[in-house]
C-alpha cells in the first residue's frame, strides 16, 4: 500500500478518517451483480479504480472481473482494515488527487461515497485518468427497510431522531442521486439490492460517521435489511 502525502479530506469532511474496522465490520457489501455488470460495460477489463473505497468492499469484487484494481481512500485507519486481493493495490489519498497517468483507466467507481467528494476537482481528475469509451459509475444505496415492527422503528429513529444530525451530504443518497450533478452523458442502469440476515452480526452495529452505535436483535434468524443498490449514474464517453 502507498501513501500520498496530501492531506486526507472527503470533500473538507472527516467523517470517517477514523472508525475503520468497525466500518469494516458493519458495513455491508455489495452484490456480485453489480460487479459483473460493471464490467460487461467496460470496453476493456485491464485497469479498474475504486476511489472512496474505504475497506474496499466494492474494490474485492472488482478486483475478480479486472486485471488490477487501484483503490484509494484517504483514510489510513480505513485501509487498515481493507480486504486484501492479489489483483488490487490500495492507496492512501483523496478523490480528489489521483496519482495514476493520464488514460490508464476503463471503469472509475466510486461506491456510497461520491457524495462527499469535491465533485468539480474530482470530474476533473476523471476526465484526466480515463481511457477512450471508459466508465464511470457513481454508486449508492438509500435508507435502510427491514422487515417488521422494527424495521417501523429504525425508520421513525432515522428521520426523527437523527436525520438533522446528517451533514447536508447525505441528502443527495436520500434523494437517489437525483440532485449530484454529473457532466457527462448517462446509461440506464438496473437497480439492485442488498439483503442482509443481521443474525450474522455480533451486534448489529450501525456506524453513523465515526461514532458507532451497537443495536441488539436477540437470536431471530428472520429479520433481514434490504436497501436498494443503483449504479443510478453510469457515464460513458467517446473522447474524455
Known amino acids: 500500500m502507498t501513501k500520498d502525502n496530501t492531506p486526507t479530506s472527503y470533500g473538507g469532511s472527516n467523517h470517517f478518517l477514523s472508525g ?5 465490520a458493519s458495513r455491508p457489501t455489495y ?3 453489480l460487479a459483473d455488470a460493471l464490467a460487461d460495460r467496460c470496453a476493456s477489463r485491464e485497469q479498474a479504480l475504486d476511489v ?3 475497506s474496499g468492499q466494492l474494490s474485492v469484487l472488482l478486483a475478480n472481473r479486472f486485471d488490477h484494481v487501484t483503490a484509494t481512500d484517504p ?8 480486504a486484501e486481493h492479489k489483483h488490487a493495490t490500495y492507496r492512501a489519498e483523496p478523490a480528489e488527487r489521483i496519482s495514476l497517468p493520464d488514460r490508464s483507466i476503463d471503469l472509475v467507481t466510486a461506491a456510497q461515497a461520491a457524495h462527499w467528494f469535491d465533485l468539480e476537482v474530482f470530474y476533473e481528475e476523471v476526465r484526466r485518468v480515463v481511457r477512450t469509451d471508459a466508465v464511470l459509475a457513481l454508486i449508492y444505496y438509500g435508507v435502510p427497510k427491514m422487515e417488521g415492527d422494527i424495521g417501523e422503528r429504525l425508520l421513525r429513529f432515522y428521520w426523527q431522531d437523527i436525520h438533522r444530525h446528517w451533514p447536508e451530504g447525505r441528502r443527495h443518497v436520500e434523494e437517489g442521486y437525483q440532485s449530484l450533478a454529473v457532466p457527462f452523458a448517462e446509461e440506464p442502469f438496473p437497480k439492485l439490492s442488498i ?3 443481521l443474525s ?3 451486534a448489529a ?3 453513523a460517521f465515526t461514532a458507532t452505535k451497537e443495536m441488539n436483535y436477540g437470536t431471530e434468524t428472520d429479520r433481514r ?3 436498494r443498490c443503483g449504479a443510478h449514474r453510469i457515464n460513458q464517453w467517446a473522447d474524455a
Do not use: E, K, M, W
Open 20 to 24: 475503520g474496522a468497525a466500518y469494516a
Open 31 to 33: 452484490p456480485a451483480a
Open 52 to 54: 472512496g473505497c474505504r
Open 75 to 82: 483514510s489510513d485507519t480505513q485501509l487498515g482494515n481493507v
Open 195 to 197: 439483503t442482509l440476515d
Open 200 to 202: 450474522r452480526f455480533d
Open 205 to 207: 452495529p450501525l456506524i
Open 225 to 227: 435489511i434490504s436497501t
